[in-house]
């Protein structure tokens, strides 16, 4: 959660916590809710309130075969995440292979990031339901033990598939980025449009999971910060999250927006574009800055080729890769108010869908990586009722 090791900008403490309790329904990534006075919480409070499933620590070691090297998923800031299985309905370890695959996360004591961030993830993830977030299904409170449960993403971080080179990552075709950028951006809509809206502060490619359709769903809200309330156009913060994707004048300033998340997705869009890291020193010199090097190509129609990744060769139209370029160059406007907001940037990448083209090459894409395992989710596009984002715990 909030993964950022060498590239952490800086770290901040967090004060207080803050809850308010909304229900309403979305469709897509917009929908109205009702509201209750925001009033402090207790992380007793946090967690007798939650709905998520309390998992002894006992079961989740047994889970995870006592947390075995060969069962890691992925490391960051917050600690290590590991492959396990569990009764669907009792939520016992089962023997590896059968029930229910989890994705379990275990707190590093001695890794950047802590206990307040795991409460702010159940603070989020205990309230927020959406196809394009990732599920929490139940967290670890034991001792020293801090763990969140999530479901499973067959498919992992859109990082891994964009830049890591082996069998199992084949290079993600034009159709599947656009279609992964869609979701990101519904998931992000979802949040932007809470009554209390919710910034997630830390978006970025690491933090997009796939599931077995290559749907996408936002992970990792331990540093997710509620948005400004009232008359106020901004939350004051201390500077925290990812080198390369953060707003420049939330670097400025702590000054935080929604805004700032529309730069970030900016930077990952770009990076799907271009199949680069935001921030890559191995990089000759003056493209080190995925941003400061392509931007002088977005904003020419006939040079926008040089920034498309080459692997995506044929398989897109000029009229498509200008559109998505200028998608992301809007995206990342030095001054935010000439940033889209997150429903124009959705609408623009609704336009940028190939049905057909997409399903095909959705189906090309799982026979080559047929390992994974369905977690059940469903369609992003359908319409169904979700509960609205609560209020959730501000920082200093």
């Not at 590991?82 to 275990?106: C, H, L, Q």
């Not at 890794?111 to 309230?127: A, D, M, P, R, V």
């Not at 540093?223 to 500077?239: E, I, Y």
């Amino acid at each position: 959660m909030g993964v950022c090791w060498s590239n952490k900008i800086k770290a901040e403490t967090p004060s207080h916590t803050g809850f308010n309790s909304k229900n309403g329904s979305a469709s897509n990534s917009r929908a109205s809710s009702g509201s209750m006075p925001v009033t402090p919480r207790s992380e007793g409070e946090i967690l007798q309130s939650t709905k998520l499933k309390s998992i002894g620590f006992s079961e989740l070691k047994n889970a995870t075969r006592n947390f075995r090297p060969d069962s890691v998923l992925g490391d960051g800031g917050f600690g290590s995440v590991f492959k396990g299985w569990i009764d669907e309905s009792s939520f016992i370890a089962t023997k590896a292979g059968t029930g229910t695959v989890i994705a379990v996360k275990r707190l590093n004591q001695d890794g950047i990031q802590g206990h307040k961030e795991w409460l702010t993830e159940i603070n989020y993830l205990g309230e927020l339901h959406h196809p394009n977030l990732v599920k929490l299904i139940g967290y670890c409170l034991e001792d020293d033990h801090r763990l969140l449960v999530y479901e499973f993403m067959p498919k992992g971080s859109m990082e891994n598939h964009l830049f890591r080179r082996s069998t199992h990552f084949q290079p993600l075709s034009w159709s599947l980025r656009m279609k992964i950028a869609l979701g990101a951006a519904r998931g992000l809509a979802f949040l932007h449009n809470a009554e209390t809206q919710v910034i997630h502060r830390d978006f970025k490619s690491a933090n997009i999971l796939l599931d077995s359709n290559y749907n996408a769903k936002l992970s990792d809200f331990g540093l997710a910060r509620d948005g400004p309330t009232g008359d106020k156009s901004h939350v004051s913060t201390r500077v925290i999250g990812t080198q390369g994707y953060a707003a420049p004048e939330y670097l400025a300033t702590g000054h935080l927006t929604a805004k700032s998340d529309i730069y970030s997705f900016g930077v990952v869009l770009l990076e799907m574009l271009s199949g680069r890291r935001a921030i890559d020193k191995n990089r000759p010199t003056g493209e080190h800055n995925l941003v400061e090097w392509a931007k002088p190509y977005l904003r020419n129609k006939r040079r926008v080729f040089r920034v498309i990744d080459s692997r995506l060769e044929g398989q897109y139209s000029l009229n498509r890769a200008q559109k998505a370029a200028n998608l992301a160059l809007q995206c990342l406007s030095i001054d935010p108010r000439y940033r889209p907001d997150v429903n124009e940037v959705v609408t623009t990448l609704e336009e940028l869908q190939e049905t057909k083209d997409m399903q095909k090459s959705t189906q090309k894409e799982n026979h080559v990586t047929s390992h994974g395992h369905s977690n059940g989710a469903p369609n992003a596009s359908r319409v169904t009722a979700y509960p609205r984002p609560s209020a959730s715990p501000l920082f200093a």
